[in-house]
């Protein structure tokens, strides 16, 4: 069991407990807070606080306990992949949108990793045993490429590839508006926001350098489409990184507004080049634009022959 301590100032009078905690403990919900503090494992002096809205003071310093969670069982689940490259150390899939990769936050059903177990004899299993195969990730709502290591050696390896940015990436992004710019490079911190927990932000402290290179292929009146290239891989950055230049991208809820043109963000992991972790081959792989970003690019008329020459390059 995990213990904690959080020091709660003058600054912090009034507030109520469980907004207090969470705004200290990363990558934990309101609700999963206020379990803890009614299941008794917040003290304040040594004794248990229940009262999930306990006003603070100020001056205090509270204890917490994280229990460890169990991990459950992660099934084998007969889930259509669509392979575009397969040899015995890796395999490469298209992933849907609406798919979570690995199981995560009570999901332990229709993930990528449950397709995976079902659809893979061989899959490599480092520490995590929730996460067999996974080399990187992409959010849930994103399309795309996505690198499946079939043993520990070629997982060791795409990892050191992935954090020597010998991996090239490229999406597709359709942004609102028209860019001033039609080619840039971006380079900042990111990290979590001060002021919204669940998302990430553009920061001067405390943040990760992340660097983005976008180059507009196509633009309408109102949208344009975007090839991306990414040199770093934090949480969220492309989608970060466009609502930074006050372009989000089309569809995503979080870091824009929601749209009726579509139901999710519109990026899309559309081509990646690297050399094999294990036989040394130059190996490009691109993937196929999903059935609702096709739409997409009808309806807004972009030129699609734009998108099938970044696929030939």
Do not use: W
């Not at 069991?1 to 020091?7: D, T, Y």
């Not at 705004?23 to 004794?47: C, H, P, T, Y």
């Not at 927990?197 to 009146?221: C, H, P, S």
Request: glycine share 6%; aromatic share 6%.
């Amino acid at each position: 069991m995990e213990e904690l301590k959080f020091s709660a100032d003058e600054t912090f009078k009034g507030k109520r407990l469980d907004v207090f905690l969470q705004s200290k403990i990363e990558n934990m919900s309101r609700a999963s807070v206020q379990k803890l503090i009614e299941d008794g494992f917040v003290k304040l002096n040594g004794k248990e606080i229940k009262k999930v809205g306990t006003k603070l003071k100020g001056n205090e310093v509270f204890q917490v306990e994280i229990p460890e969670e169990e991990t459950p069982e992660i099934k084998p689940e007969n889930i259509p992949l669509d392979i575009v490259y397969e040899d015995e150390h890796i395999a490469v899939i298209n992933k849907p949108s609406d798919m979570t990769v690995h199981p995560a936050q009570n999901i332990y059903s229709g993930t990528l990793v449950n397709a995976l177990l079902y659809n893979f004899k061989n899959l490599s299993n480092p520490e995590d045993i929730t996460r067999p195969g996974i080399v990187h990730r992409l959010d849930k709502d994103t399309s795309g490429l996505i690198i499946i290591a079939k043993t520990d050696e070629a997982h060791e390896k795409l990892v050191e590839m992935f954090q020597s940015k010998n991996m090239k990436k490229t999406y597709l992004a359709v942004c609102k508006g028209n860019f001033s710019q039609k080619s840039g490079r971006i380079e900042n911190l990111i990290g979590r926001d001060p002021f919204e927990r669940k998302r990430m932000a553009v920061v001067e402290i405390n943040g990760k350098t992340a660097v983005t290179n976008y180059e507009v292929l196509d633009e309408v009146q109102d949208f344009s489409l975007l090839k991306v290239n990414i040199e770093t891989g934090r949480t969220h950055q492309i989608r970060v990184h466009m609502k930074f230049l006050n372009h989000p991208i089309l569809g995503d809820s979080t870091y824009g507004t929601s749209s009726k043109l579509a139901a999710r963000q519109m990026l899309h992991a559309y081509k990646l080049e690297f050399i094999h972790p294990i036989t040394k081959e130059n190996i490009k792989v691109v993937g196929k634009l999903p059935e609702d970003f096709e739409n997409i690019i009808k309806k807004l008329k972009f030129d699609r022959e734009k998108i099938m020459k970044i696929g030939e390059e």
